[in-house]
């Protein structure tokens, strides 16, 4: 099909770039995710209307792109749906209002303990410093609800996201600290 309208390819690709810079980086709040994906998908019904800068018949890598951000507004769409539907504090990404408020003198290596004693169903509150056996409660809490792998499929033109668990027989998960 011939590719003249009016929107510009590379404002586009911009404009999408900024979007998830300024919405869907490491620190994520639900309503901003919630906002880029209406910008998002803003972006898509405006991407039918792109216009082919280059028409030569030889080394044009304009249609490439076209594919490509095609392709890019869909991952947009994809990573922005998934954070949007995770509502936790753990890995490399996060969301605040979901902090699981780790005492500030905790070390992850009392978490190792913690998981000795409760497989042998030893644990006593005073074991630990105070705070830190309820933060180690929630971090498991956390776990048994987010730690799984994020599965999207494309189905009605829309990203379907699904779960599936972490295999953690090997090595268990630990508190991180940041200091």
Known sequence: ????????????????????????????????????????????????????????????????MIQQLHCQIQLAKIITQGALVRNEFRGAHYKPEFDLNQPKDFDPHEHVDFLE???????????????????MKRFEECNKRWLNTTIAEYKNHRPEISFEAVNTSLVQPRPRKYD
Not at 30 to 53: G, H, P, W, Y
């Open 117 to 135: 004693k409760q497989h042998y169903g030893e644990v006593q509150e005073n074991e630990f410093p105070p705070g830190h056996l309820a933060y």
């Open 1 to 64: 099909r011939k590719m003249k309208g009016m929107e510009n390819l590379y404002t586009l690709h911009q404009e999408m770039g900024n979007i998830l810079l300024s919405h869907v980086l490491i620190v994520r709040e639900n309503s901003k995710l919630e906002k880029a994906m209406t910008q998002i998908n803003d972006l898509e019904v405006r991407f039918k209307d792109v216009q082919c800068l280059d028409t030569s018949h030889w080394s044009n890598p304009a249609p490439s």
